[in-house]
């Protein structure tokens, strides 16, 4: 998972792989003072730290700002504060970056965030998902034929599931090239995240694709999505929770991730 979050950035519309926000903690250097909510409300603002160039999670330019950036500002208005953004697409810049929030980042009790990073209430339920075409008879993985092969995020854990269980797989670097394959019949499935294939299935009206939930049970393929705080205070960290919470019980967060064809899952 982490290989994969990690991958090379590509400087046009892409997803990078799981979690923009990820690869954003693991190469973050934390400064050192924590981040009060005295501070965030003085300033007037909460700063999020965010891709300008990889919708659905975030564009700089367009009239589609990505779900990260509408949900942000939702948050900042639960503070009474508006939101500020913060463009990073490299390693230097999310080390120089002094942001309060990021989204969807991976939430696990077995692995907290590193560099001071800590992470909000769960919102989300996210993980990979088997994508076929709308007309495929596949309705498992067992079900595909042994020369059918799956497209893959090279170098992931899905991937090397998938090769142990012996299935034939086609690597790629990024999930938006392997449902392109899927469309194209270069491929019979696709092991991807359901935001990949339902903000492809938004665009591609006539020619959607199904899921298929082959991954259920493996909860290494399975995590809950939450916001992170870098270094907050008590008083941040329980402020955002309860936007979230607000933001959850009145359909906010649905409505919003429906607009960019997700459907929102209850964190487990």
């Not at 900042?76 to 120089?96: D, M, N, P």
């Not at 990021?102 to 088997?130: E, F, M």
């Not at 991730?257 to 209850?266: K, Q, T």
Request: net charge neutral; with cysteine.
């Amino acid at each position: 998972m982490i290989r994969a979050a990690c991958a090379a950035w590509k400087p046009r519309h892409r997803f990078v792989r799981y979690a923009v926000s990820l690869s954003l903690l693991m190469l973050w250097d934390a400064p050192a003072d924590a981040r009060s909510l005295e501070t965030v409300i003085e300033r007037g603002a909460l700063t999020l730290c965010a891709s300008p160039n990889a919708l659905p999670f975030a564009s700089k330019t367009g009239p589609v700002p990505g779900f990260q950036i509408e949900l942000g500002e939702k948050i900042a208005e639960q503070l009474g504060v508006k939101l500020t953004r913060e463009w990073v697409v490299s390693a230097i810049q999310y080390r120089r970056a002094d942001c309060d929030l990021v989204l969807d980042v991976i939430a696990r009790k077995d692995t907290p965030p590193a560099g001071g990073v800590q992470v909000s209430r769960p919102y989300h339920r996210s993980g990979v998902v088997l994508a076929v075409p709308s007309d495929s008879p596949a309705s498992s993985l067992a079900s595909l034929g042994s020369d059918q092969r799956v497209g893959v995020p090279v170098g992931s854990l899905v991937s090397m599931t998938l090769a142990k269980g012996g299935a034939a797989t086609s690597p790629f670097v990024f999930e938006d090239d392997i449902v392109a394959a899927l469309a194209n019949r270069e491929i019979e499935a696709a092991a991807v995240t359901p935001t990949t294939v339902g903000w492809f299935n938004l665009q591609h009206a006539d020619k959607p694709l199904r899921l298929i939930p082959a991954f259920d049970n493996d909860q290494d393929l399975n995590w809950n999505i939450a916001a992170g705080l870098l270094r907050p205070d008590d008083k941040l960290r329980a402020r955002v929770d309860a936007a979230i919470e607000a933001l959850l019980a009145d359909g906010t967060i649905a409505r919003i991730y429906a607009r960019y064809g997700i459907e929102l899952r209850s964190p487990q």
